[in-house]
């Protein structure tokens, strides 16, 4: 479930950064810290982020994007938050 991967709290989701055929991409703030907020167009797709986040929550490699967890916006809109990379 979801709530086994992990909500976190005190992220600031800011601007869109990219968007494909499933979601948008978001930079944000966790801590003081830019992250990437993925938030997918469907939410028929959340148990496809759940499965994601599930996986990456076990991954660590310096070559993966580290995850840090789920964030839930006051609106009820899901997030999976990731490490941000800039180019």
Known sequence: TMES?????????QTQIGS?????VFKGLWD???VACKLLHNELLLKE????AATMKKLTHPNIVAFYGLYKDPSGAVYMVT???SL
């Open 32 to 34: 003081s810290s830019p």
């Open 20 to 24: 494909g055929n499933f979601g948008a």
């Open 49 to 52: 982020m759940e499965s994601e």
């Open 5 to 13: 991967i992990g909500f976190i709290k005190g992220v600031s989701v």
């Open 83 to 85: 490490e941000y990379c």
